[in-house]
Structure formats: C-alpha cells, structure tokens
C-alpha cells in the first residue's frame, strides 16, 4: 500500500515570495491533516480536513495560509505571502477515519530567506 | 484544548538498556498515539493506543485513560531507536490531535 506522498521534498523561498505543497493521503483515508513543526518543536496542527470539508482550522495563519482539498482526496496548502517565521517542515497525514491512526508523509521542508 | 506534558526531555542510553517514556494529559484521552521521528525527520506510528496495553516486538505501551497518562517501554535498545518519541491525543471535547515537546532519546553503540 502506497504511503502519503507529498511534494516538493525541499523549497528555499524568499520572504514575501508563495509557495505551494501537495499531499497526496493514503486512498480511501477520509481524514487529512497538515502540521507545520518547527525545528526543536512538536507538530503544529494548521488544519484537518474530513473528505472536503474542514474539521478545525483554529491555527491556520488565514491572512497569509490557504488550504484546499477538493474532491475529498488531495490537497494543497498555500503561503502567500511567506515570513521568515515560516521556515518549517510542513507534514501531511491522514487517517481512515477521523478519530484513527494517522500516518504521515516525508514532509515538505521549507526555508524563507 | 488538551495539554500533553512529556518526560524525560532528554535521556542517553548505552545500547542494550532498557528506558521508560511518560506522556500526561490535561484532558480525557480517547485517541492517544506514540510516534518515532527518526533523525531524517520521518514520523513512524507506533502505537494507537487509547487504553490498555500493546506490544511490537522491543517495544509496549500502556495506557491508564483514568488517570491520562502513557508509558512507552523501550527494551534492548539499540542505535536505531533513535531520535524524537512524540506522544499526542485530541482530548475528550474535539477531534484535533495535539502533540507533546517529544522525548529526545539517544543511544549510544
């Protein structure tokens, strides 16, 4: 069974510039999340999605981050503009149901210059 | 939302020791879960554990939902263990898995 992918591995931007990743979950997983971890911190929920509705975005920065998951399979999360505060790795999971294992993806890291 | 607290910080083991990693909850647990985070940044699953006790191979955990706490029994360590032990669990009133500091444990060959 194929893992989450996600995309870019790596992604050097400079500051006020966008930048976009992609995550593809696990099929038939309802459940998709995205977490920002900083360096030396834990994962940082920014939102989960149930197929394509949003189950909690409470700590999505919605000034300057954008999420998306249409169709109710991949999804893309978007910065525009980036901060230098936004350097992290920004990790994709998913879970077959909404209170479930979550597996995760290889991260997407992002460096703002 | 849910506290999680995680104990040691920090904890160097000689290969073949044995160590014990502790995780508390504010909140009510029912989603509770042990990740490893190896040292190129991958997060491994490996435990979905909301109560009771499971085993995989050196590793077990066991859950006490009535008093929300977790330990994660590492036995016969070795160099591959590790990295970063996260715990996380989304509390009893919503569905957001919240994540601890993470235990930083390194093995020493």
């Known amino acids: 069974e194929a893992g989450v992918a996600q995309s870019p591995r790596y992604k050097i931007i400079e500051k006020r510039q966008s930048v976009a990743f992609w995550c593809n979950p696990i099929s038939g997983h309802a459940t998709l999340y995205w977490y920002q971890q900083i360096l030396g911190q834990g994962p940082k929920l920014l939102i989960q999605?149930?197929?394509?509705?949003?189950?909690?975005d409470s700590q999505l920065p919605k000034d300057r981050f954008s999420a998306e998951r249409l169709k109710g399979v991949d999804s893309t999360l978007k910065i525009q503009p980036a901060k230098l505060e936004d350097s992290a790795v920004y990790l994709c999971?998913?879970?077959?149901?909404?209170?479930?294992?979550?597996?995760f993806g290889e991260g997407s890291r992002l460096t703002v210059l | 939302g849910i506290q999680v607290e995680q104990s040691p910080p920090d904890l160097i083991l000689q290969e073949g020791a044995n160590s014990t990693l502790r995780c508390n909850f504010s909140d009510s647990v029912n989603n509770l879960q042990w990740f490893h985070q190896n040292p190129w940044g991958q997060l491994i699953n490996l435990f979905y554990i909301p109560s009771g006790t499971k085993q995989n191979g050196r590793l077990s955990a066991t859950t006490v939902a009535t008093e929300r706490y977790s330990l994660l029994y590492i036995s016969s360590s070795q160099t591959t263990d590790s990295g970063v032990y996260f715990c996380?669990?989304?509390?009893?009133?919503?569905?957001?898995?919240?994540f601890g500091k993470g235990t930083l444990l390194t093995v020493n060959p």
């Open positions: 996380a669990d989304s509390g009893g009133s919503n569905y957001k898995l919240t």
């Open positions: 999971a998913s879970s077959p149901r909404i209170t479930g294992e979550l597996f």
């Open positions: 999605f149930q197929n394509n509705g949003v189950v909690d």
